[in-house]
């Protein structure tokens, strides 16, 4: 099974700055990466799939790079409402399903 | 609008069974994979249990094989995760998510809390 180290665990950053999650994979998965987005209360949001391409609803200033093993969730301009936890999950062999160790986002 | 709506869990006793739903809506049921993930209080996520679109083969880690069964109804939109012989370990709120046409996890639910402590 696929391998999914995501870093950092924990990520300050004010509002309109920039940060970067990684993500970095056992073994290649070509493009097929997922992030998503979790907030209290609210359904988990898919963000990102297939390593870069953003799914429909997902804020321009939302990106995603990378592919085989290595991989960054990059988020500009950072608003108010990002602040959360973001997980990274390989969907190019499935099942099985695995996620990253996930990343907290909070306002500093 | 695609919906995923969990219900089922709560408190139970270690050893005790519980079967968890998962009601769809906004979508074709039949046509999608459904897969169950937990999260344990302050941990990341974890898969639980995936099962195809017409319910024919189901998939499990090692973790819970043997004593969780993934099953859908499409004729009722709705898909369940029978869970046996919970343990202490098994305690974390479970959400079901719709495999999406990318095989990501384009919708989830708000998920549900289980509990398992004597």
């Known amino acids: 099974d696929v391998q999914m180290t995501q870093s950092p665990s924990n990520l300050a950053a004010s509002p309109g700055e920039s940060v970067s999650i990684n993500c970095k994979a056992s073994?290649?998965?070509?493009?097929?990466l997922a992030w998503y987005q979790q907030k209290p209360g609210k359904a988990n949001k898919l963000l990102i799939y297939?390593?870069?391409t953003l799914q429909s609803g997902t804020p321009s200033r939302f990106s995603g790079s990378g592919s085989g093993t290595d991989f960054t969730l990059t988020i500009r301009n950072l608003e108010p409402e990002d602040f959360g936890l973001y997980y990274c999950?390989?969907?190019?062999?499935?099942?099985?399903?695995?996620f990253g160790s996930g990343t907290k986002l909070e306002i500093k | 609008e695609v919906q995923l709506v969990e219900s089922g869990g709560g408190l139970v006793q270690p050893g005790s069974p519980l079967k968890l739903s998962c009601a769809a809506s906004g979508f074709t049921f039949s046509s999608n994979w459904l897969n169950w993930i937990r999260q344990a209080p302050g941990k990341g996520l974890e898969w639980v249990a995936s099962i195809n679109p017409d319910g024919s083969s189901t998939y499990y880690p090692d973790t819970v094989k043997g004593r969780f069964v993934v099953s859908k109804d499409n004729a009722k939109n709705t898909g369940y995760l029978q869970m046996n012989n919970l343990r202490s370990e098994d305690t974390a709120m479970y959400y079901c998510?719709?495999?999406?046409?990318?095989?990501?996890?384009?919708?989830w639910g708000q998920g549900v809390m289980v509990t398992v402590s004597s």
């Open positions: 297939s390593g870069s």
């Open positions: 999950q390989q969907h190019n062999e499935y099942p099985p399903l695995t």
């Open positions: 073994k290649s998965i070509s493009k097929y």
């Open positions: 998510a719709r495999t999406g046409a990318n095989w990501d996890l384009d919708y």
